[in-house]
């Protein structure tokens, strides 16, 4: 089968940062599927493996990546009950395994969804990583009830990108808070105001954006940017006993103290968990997928592609990179195969 990967951790623009090779087909066997890819989306993940799995070493064999993907059911391994050969399905796959930048690929069905039937392939491959990673956020860790918390007020750093995108919607029209996102640009405000939310506030004047609104302190913090370059401000803006959800991490060590006064809860929220431990309930990631597929089919959600590059090339998988790096992608890009 044909498949791109690389050799060596090398910045997009050189020749050989992704190459294209030819490997065996693999075998599905106990809880796996084998899938035949039919479109991926690009996340920030990829380009942060790209550019550290292979620094000051050149690997025998390329490492395949990318995790989201939209396929169809090519074999069924003997522990499988969920998905027959046929079956048109989307994931975000392991951190731990091979990559969905490849014509086929093994993926685990419990962390499989089918399908959303009435979006197109390309409009389905925009939504599994972020859509989990969202959806974990706001009923896994903060455990959003959308009847006692209804109206509650929710921020979202980094509103217009792919985790933001689908979160705005998520938080809004199924957790049913009031939801404040950051963006700095025209296009980006615009695009988070029509996915959704509530505000748009610019996050270079945070602080003062938010007292304008009259929300000068929130119930709920979700760091999609950079949780060291929040922090502090999170803390201050918190309201007392709220909750702050990183999915970033922080290069460096914080002040956790700075939340006790208020007793305010603090989570990570890394959507490999589940399968990078085979969590207990790995299969939650399964019924996730389907929730929000329903979600999408029934209109309740919308998609959030942006971008649609055709044919998996490497210059796409570059121009996909490229995009994703610049920190200023709106929403979500895909190659359709
Ligand atoms: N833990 C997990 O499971 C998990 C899952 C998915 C992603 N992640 C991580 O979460 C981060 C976000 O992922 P993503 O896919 O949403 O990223 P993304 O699509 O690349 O986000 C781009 C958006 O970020 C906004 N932005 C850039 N700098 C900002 C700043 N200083 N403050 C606020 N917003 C800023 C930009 O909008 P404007 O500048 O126009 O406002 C842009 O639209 C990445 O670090 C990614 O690796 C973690």
């Not at 050799?7 to 106990?30: H, R, V, Y």
């Not at 993907?69 to 079956?87: I, L, M, R, W, Y």
């Not at 649609?308 to 200023?328: I, P, R």
Request: with cysteine; charged share 25%.
């Amino acid at each position: 089968m044909k498949a791109i990967g690389f050799k060596q951790s090398l910045p997009i623009t050189d020749t050989n940062s992704f190459i294209t090779f030819e490997t065996d087909k693999p075998k599905a066997k106990g809880h796996d599927l084998l899938v035949k890819i039919a479109a991926i989306s690009v996340n920030p993940v990829d380009y942060k493996v790209r550019q550290n799995a292979a620094i000051d070493t050149v690997l025998e064999i390329p490492k395949i990546i990318g995790w989201d993907a939209v396929g169809t059911v090519e074999e069924v391994g003997s522990k499988t009950s969920k998905f027959k050969v046929g079956d048109q399905v989307y994931y975000a796959g392991d951190i731990t395994r091979n990559g969905s930048n490849a014509e086929y690929q093994l993926v685990d069905e419990r962390i499989v969804g089918s399908k959303p039937q009435n979006l197109t392939i390309a409009e389905a491959a925009a939504i599994p990583l972020t859509g989990l990673t969202a959806w974990e956020t706001l009923f896994d860790r903060i455990r959003i009830d959308p009847v006692i918390d209804q109206g509650k007020t929710v921020l979202i750093l980094g509103g217009a990108g792919g985790v933001g995108s689908i979160c705005i919607q998520l938080a809004r029209k199924v957790g049913n808070l009031t939801v404040i996102a950051t963006a700095s640009r025209p296009e980006s405000a615009q695009w988070c105001t029509k996915l959704g939310a509530n505000h748009v506030v610019d996050y270079r004047n945070l602080k003062k954006e938010l007292e304008k609104l009259g929300h000068a302190q929130v119930d709920y913090i979700l760091d999609f940017v950079d949780l060291k370059e929040y922090w502090e401000l999170a803390a201050d803006i918190i309201k007392p006993q709220g909750h702050i959800v990183s999915i970033t991490g922080s290069s460096e060590p914080l002040n956790l103290n700075l939340l006790k006064n208020k007793s305010v809860t603090f989570s990570y929220e890394f959507m490999y968990t589940r399968s990078m431990y085979t969590t207990d309930d790995i299969d939650k990631q399964h019924r996730i997928l389907n929730k929000i597929g329903r979600l999408l089919d029934t209109g309740k959600l919308k998609t959030t592609l942006k971008t649609t590059l055709s044919g998996f090339t490497v210059d796409n998988l570059k121009k996909a990179h490229q995009l994703q790096e610049s920190g200023k992608t709106i929403g979500k890009t895909v190659i359709v195969f």
